[in-house]
């Protein structure tokens, strides 16, 4: 028995190395991009659980607000406005790419009659869609290089009139902005 031991040990050792290892490999590759349900948009890794639900409900809208914007960008969010009386959704995209970095946003009209509705996504500049809208203002983008831009930080602003009164006055960043 006392000679079986040592070997047993050894043996015992090379077999958790050999399992442990694909563990230590999946542990350092690169995370599998999470689609939202239904659709081929893919979520931002930061997106937060309120977008991920609210996706899951409306993938139609989240598919064509993502097909607007275009290539490579991710669903970072999904917000109902003003509350959840949800009279309008304002969607935000990111885009990381080697060449190009982006930051795009549509903002949806969910009452069904046309609004006096304000979409502005802003850098160092600002674009702008504006107008009676009765689907939707958007899509807005910001593109820039890499080096010059971060789409997370860029400045988002969805408005709604009900006549000269506003019934959505939102500012956010396109992401969780450092």
Known sequence: MRKWLPTLALSAAVISSVLAAPQALAQDSKPISEKVPGTNVEFSPSADPQTRALAATDP?????????????????????????RRFGTLF?????????????????????????????????????????????????????????????CAQVTALMWEGDVPIINHQTHAAGCD
């Open 92 to 152: 935000t995209y990111t885009k990381y790419t080697s060449g190009t970095n982006g930051a795009c946003a549509l903002f949806d009209n969910n009452l069904g009659a046309k609004k006096h509705m304000k979409l502005k996504v802003c850098w160092t500049t600002c674009n702008v869609d504006e107008g009676s809208f009765s689907d939707y203002a958007g899509p807005v983008k910001y593109e820039s290089t890499p080096i010059k831009f971060d789409p997370a």
């Open 60 to 84: 139609t809208a989240v598919q064509a607000a993502g097909l607007l914007c275009g290539s490579g960008y991710k669903l970072e969010f999904m917000e109902p406005l003003p509350d959840a």
